[in-house]
């Protein structure tokens, strides 16, 4: 049998996969979100404010890089945008595939996010947010929404 591309689907309906997509999502980005990056969002506010000691501006700094601490909050800003996006389904691709470059670095630099993040940690949100990056958030996201209402115009 030769090969013969899949018919496009015309329904908008979602299915069974978009649903495990939209928990997939809602369960990564939100236990990032609650259980990493509350505390780092925490330690900006005390670091740009109160001029405290940060642990990950000291070891950006202990890599060599220039300006660690314009580093340290640009990356941690980034990622709670990007995991925000990856929750409502908003540039799923694209922030996917920034918080995937954002944590590999963290993992292959090693800096230390968070005391909870373990290696085996970060390689389960990288293949989760490498899968969300090359393949979408599914149909029930933002993304789809507003391109069905852009094609019904």
Request: with cysteine; net charge neutral.
């Amino acid at each position: 049998m030769p090969f013969q591309p899949l018919p496009e689907d015309e329904s908008a309906k979602p299915h069974s996969a978009d649903l495990g997509l939209l928990v997939i999502r809602l369960l990564a980005a939100l236990t990032f979100l609650y259980y990493q990056l509350i505390d780092q969002l925490n330690l900006v506010r005390l670091y740009l404010w109160e001029n405290a000691e940060w642990s990950l501006v000291q070891s950006i700094d202990s890599l060599g890089l220039p300006f660690p601490g314009a580093i340290a909050v640009v990356s941690i800003l980034f990622l709670c945008i990007a995991f925000l996006g990856i929750t409502f389904g908003f540039f799923t691709r694209l922030n996917g595939l920034i918080g995937f470059l954002l944590i590999g670095c963290a993992l292959f630099l090693p800096l230390e996010i968070s005391k909870a993040l373990s290696p085996q940690t970060l390689i389960l949100y990288l293949l989760i947010l490498l899968g969300l990056a090359v393949g979408g958030g599914g149909k029930l996201t933002l993304d789809q929404y507003f391109s069905t209402k852009k094609k019904k115009k």
